[in-house]
T-cell receptor, first 114, second 117 residues
């Protein structure tokens, strides 16, 4: 069964600090891996997308890495801000043709405090 | 970037009534739309896949007669929760697939919070 597991489940950091969220997946082969940010009571918003051949992708203070050999991805947030408080979800699209369904991780709930 | 809207953003209804949720792709045509349900502190769970002009494909365990899906146009899909009960209270999120350009991308709507009393 294709799975996507994320760690930690939750994280509290001080404003201005950096943090790294982890994603381990068993989906194989896969088409792409995305990191989404989901604010409470809102839909997910895409932060980064990487294909299996890409190792890193940045979007402002967000940097995602991908190791297709170990099936691991990470999302690094630099100089965190209060507005970064949200759930971060790792999502993998299997490479099974046009009908492939997204496989969602359970998310990491990040809280940035003063 | 592509935008997907949902209406209403929240709804409170009495047990036994039906509720319709709309999902629109605002600046692209979506041949495929997806409906998800999310319970507190859990990830999104796919309920059904909706293709324009054809019947929706429901995931195992999702009652098609209870969750009616209509995808009448390339920009609109609706989810109707029939005879809603308190256990149907959840956060419903739609997603629309944009096959334009180089990427096959799914964009998510802002979600609809359903509370059944």
């Amino acid at each position: 069964k294709n799975q996507v597991e994320q760690s930690p489940q939750s994280l509290i950091i001080l404003e201005g600090k950096n943090c790294t969220l982890q994603c381990n997946y068993t989906v194989s082969p896969f088409s792409n891996l995305r990191w989404y940010k989901q604010d409470t009571g809102r839909g997910p918003v895409s932060l980064t997308i990487m294909t299996f051949s890409e190792n890193t992708k940045s979007n402002g203070r967000y940097t995602a890495t991908l190791d297709a050999d170990t099936k691991q991805s990470s999302l690094h947030i630099t100089a965190s801000q209060l507005s970064d408080s949200a759930s971060y979800i790792c999502v993998v699209r299997p490479f099974t043709g046009t009908a492939s369904k997204l496989t969602f991780g359970t998310g990491t709930r990040l809280q940035v405090t003063l | 970037g592509a935008v997907v809207s949902q209406h209403p953003s929240w709804v409170i209804c009495k047990s036994g009534t039906s509720v319709k949720i709309e999902c629109r792709s605002l600046d692209f045509q979506a041949t495929t739309m997806f409906w998800y349900r999310q319970f507190p502190k859990q990830s999104l769970m796919l309920m059904a896949t909706s293709n324009e002009g054809s019947k929706a494909t429901y995931e195992q365990g999702v009652e098609k007669d209870k969750f009616l899906i209509n995808h009448a146009s390339l920009t609109l899909s609706t989810l109707t929760v029939t005879s809603a009960h308190p256990e149907d209270s959840s956060f419903y999120i739609c997603s629309a697939r944009d096959r334009g350009g180089w990427s096959d991308t799914q964009y998510f709507g802002p979600g609809t919070r359903l509370t059944v009393l």
